[in-house]
């Protein structure tokens, strides 16, 4: 005979899912973490008497929140003491809450102390939850930076790292030069000359002073 009733999963009194029929398999998702007690409960029918499983204990712990590229991942060259800001988005749970904790920003190791604005999205039938952070940074110095970012972590989420994902932001130095190219002389005591053109970065202002090198 075919049983015809329902069976129910239960963690800790309550019904996190159910019902199911025939082989009895259910999804649930625990909102609360700890220690919780599984047990299976079979509603009985008119050839089958009701029936409970034993315990089995489940053990829920943090989730762990992964980040996304840093959006974007690379950044336009900016001029050097000019604000750029970086984005960093992080996804949590399907079903959980929103990640709580704080972002960290590094340029190479270094912290970024400027402050971060956060953003929570909350889990539904569409979409995850998550946290994004936002900074924006004057970097100072000219050249590559790679920003990482650190989640501090929460009650329900783990620490998480966005390595070896990261934000590649190229900045100009305070002028550049052109053209950049050599200057022909055709022979020693001769003269040459070259036409160049001094471009400021960011307002920048001072003295330049060109030297003149053989290779």
């Known amino acids: 005979l075919l049983t015809t009733g329902y069976s129910y999963f239960n963690g800790n009194g309550a019904t996190p899912a159910g019902p199911a029929f025939g082989g009895a398999t259910a999804t649930g998702y625990f909102l609360i973490l700890g220690s919780r007690t599984l047990t ?4 009985g029918d ?4 009701t029936s409970t499983t034993a315990t089995v204990a489940v053990n829920v712990v943090q989730a762990t929140p992964n980040f996304t590229l ?3 991942s690379t950044y336009y060259p900016v001029d050097v003491q000019s604000p750029v800001t970086i984005t960093a988005n992080m996804r949590g749970s399907d079903r959980g809450v929103p990640p709580t904790g704080t972002f960290t920003f590094y340029d190479r190791g270094s912290a970024l102390t400027d402050p971060v604005s956060y953003t929570a999205t909350t889990a539904n039938q569409n ?3 998550g946290l994004q952070g936002k900074i924006t940074h004057s970097f100072t110095t000219a050249g590559q930076h790679q920003v ?5 972590g929460d009650t329900y989420y783990k620490k998480a790292d966005s390595f070896p994902s990261y934000a590649q932001v190229t900045v100009n130095g305070p002028f550049t030069l ?3 190219t050599a200057v022909a002389v055709n022979a020693p005591g001769q003269t040459g000359s070259a036409v160049v053109t001094i471009t400021s970065h960011g307002g920048w202002t ?3 002073t060109l030297t003149c090198a053989p290779d």
Do not use: D, E, K, M
């Not at 990482?148 to 501090?152: D, I």
């Open 178 to 180: 052109s053209p950049n």
């Open 40 to 43: 299976a409960q079979y509603s």
């Open 206 to 208: 001072g003295p330049v």
């Open 70 to 72: 840093l959006n974007p």
């Open 46 to 49: 008119s050839n089958y008497a």
């Open 127 to 129: 979409q995850s939850s």
């Open 148 to 152: 990482t970012v650190q989640y501090s």
